[in-house]
């Protein structure tokens, strides 16, 4: 009786739950390995590059894999054919997490050297999901609740705000390394235009879900904001001494924060 009970209680994984599990593990995985080749292992040095290239590639296609395949399901018929219809169903999907997410692992796809923290924000939301995904499959048997899973899945998502707000650090640290790429033969204007589009998006975006997991606290723009924010601050008596820099960085900064100013008007 108990045993039957038991499993009656115990949800049954589902095509979508197994897709996102696989390639979320993968996420994770493929990052640790990444970054275990940058330490000076003994014995190791020789394997290092490849192994280091081939796990950064590997966990950026699994996060693309991921979101794209949220995108898929996701996606509505539009209305009608019309092109407010065709804007009004793809709205949501442009200014969601996984497709900005996917715009991001596509950027960093594009070529040159691994670079480890670039896949953080990744295994971050990869490691909520499949947190979230064993919890709830497994969040009733012994081995999860003597092993403190269960302990650690509660702390994270109490401090999924830490968490997030660690992403956004991530995603716009990545600035300065494509700016200071462009004095290198790795240089690439294709990638600072894109990136530089993109978290202006990042800045804008009002979506609080990534993969299949909610946010416990904001969307993923209040991070961005939170940041960019206290960036000004830091930055801002040194600017308001450079005369006619000042005047640029102000346009830049009106360039790039009009989006969020127009959603916020509206509110």
């Not at 995108?71 to 969601?96: A, E, H, T």
Request: hydrophobic fraction near 40%; include cysteine; glycine fraction near 8%.
């Amino acid at each position: 009786m108990s045993t039957s009970s038991s499993t009656a209680s115990t949800p049954k994984m589902d095509f979508r739950t197994y897709v996102f599990l696989f390639a979320t593990l993968s996420v994770c995985i493929n990052t640790f390995v990444c970054v275990v080749t940058t330490l000076p292992i003994p014995g190791f040095k020789s394997l290092r590059g490849v192994v280091g290239l081939i796990t950064y590639r590997a966990a950026l296609g699994s996060a693309l894999l991921g979101f794209l395949y949220r995108i898929g399901y996701s996606v509505k018929r539009p209305s009608s054919w019309s092109l407010s219809g065709v804007k009004q169903s793809i709205d949501p999907i442009v200014n969601s997490n996984g497709f900005q997410y996917s715009l991001y692992c596509f950027i960093f796809l594009l070529g040159g050297r691994p670079v480890p923290t670039v896949l953080m924000p990744l295994a971050t939301c990869a490691a909520y999901q499949v947190g979230t995904i064993l919890n709830k499959h497994f969040g009733s048997s012994m081995v999860w609740q003597s092993t403190g899973a269960s302990k650690l899945f509660m702390y994270a998502q109490e401090n999924m705000h830490r968490a997030m707000m660690t992403c956004a650090t991530m995603e716009i640290s990545m600035l300065p390394v494509v700016l200071m790429e462009m004095f290198t033969p790795a240089r690439s204007p294709t990638k600072v235009f894109m990136l530089v589009n993109l978290l202006k998006r990042r800045y804008q975006c009002s979506d609080n879900t990534v993969f299949r997991i909610k946010y416990t606290y904001y969307d993923s723009g209040y991070y961005h904001r939170q940041l960019w924010g206290m960036v000004g601050e830091k930055t801002g008596p040194v600017l308001s001494r450079l005369g006619p820099v000042r005047f640029l960085v102000d346009k830049g900064k009106n360039w790039f924060t009009s989006g969020a100013t127009e959603k916020a008007k509206q509110k």
